[in-house]
T-cell receptor
Framework: ETGVTQTPRHLVMGMTNKKSLKCEQH?????MYWYKQSAKKPLELMFV???????ENNSVPSRFSPECPNSSHLFLHLHTLQPEDSALYLC???????????????FGQGTRLTVV | GDSVTQMEGPVTLSEEAFLTINCTYT??????LFWYVQYPGEGLQLLLK?????DKGSNKGFEATYRKETTSFHLEKGSVQVSDSAVYFC??????????FGRGTSLIVHP
């Protein structure tokens, strides 16, 4: 148990559906991240939020829309996805205290997404 | 190029064998270095870390030493178990709160 909770654990959706992934942490961390993990590919950083402000968007298609209403919650809204978007989506958080050299990240268990 | 480079897997070993997974990094300063482990169906968990040169991180029988002269942070374990089968990720953090991960190395341990 890392203190980062993701729901749902598994999701199957059609290409015309709209769904949302949820991430929650009560570790007091100020930075939160979405990563995509596909088979046989490196871990891909998608979005970064720091103190609720988006600071990174690594050329992610607009069919993925993040939302960070507060420092404890992070959402990833999904719409009109493609089959190649099927992957494990991981949420992580880390402290942002000013001493950034020790940037340990805490991960959730991930949401296994299948687009049919 | 990659700022964290890991050996490609899978690494396949018999139980009680010695394990080494190589990791090298590029950095302009003095990053913190980490090893994460991902068991099947799970997210990544921190395994060990080292924050300065010559530090040794250790946990669950795994060790890694921060080698500034060779920019390396190789993961070792003297005697692996079947339950160590997982994917291992080397990572660094430097001057930014966003950690950088290697591609991951799959370890398969047979009884």
């Amino acid at each position: 148990e890392t203190g980062v909770t993701q729901t749902p654990r598994h999701l199957v959706m059609g290409m015309t559906n709209k769904k949302s992934l949820k991430c929650e942490q009560h570790l007091g961390h100020n930075a939160m991240y979405w990563y995509k993990q596909s088979a046989k590919k490196p871990l891909e950083l998608m979005f970064v939020y720091n103190f609720k402000e988006q600071t990174e968007n690594n050329s992610v298609p607009s069919r993925f829309s993040p939302e960070c209403p507060n420092s404890s919650h992070l959402f990833l809204h999904l719409h009109t996805l493609q089959p190649e978007d099927s992957a494990l989506y991981l949420c992580a958080s880390s402290p942002r205290t000013g001493g950034e050299l020790d940037t340990e990240a805490f991960f959730g268990q991930g949401t296994r997404l299948t687009v049919v | 190029g990659d700022s964290v480079t890991q050996m490609e897997g899978p690494v396949t070993l018999s139980e009680e064998a010695f394990l080494t997974i190589n990791c090298t990094y590029t950095a302009t300063g003095y990053p913190s270095l980490f090893w994460y482990v991902q068991y099947p169906g799970e997210g990544l968990q921190l395994l060990l870390k080292a924050t300065k040169a010559d530090d040794k991180g250790s946990n669950k029988g795994f060790e890694a030493t921060y080698r500034k002269e060779t920019t390396s942070f190789h993961l070792e374990k003297g005697s692996v178990q079947v339950s160590d089968s997982a994917v291992y990720f080397c990572a660094r953090g430097e001057g930014s709160y966003i950690p950088t991960f290697g591609r991951g190395t799959s370890l398969i341990v047979h009884p």
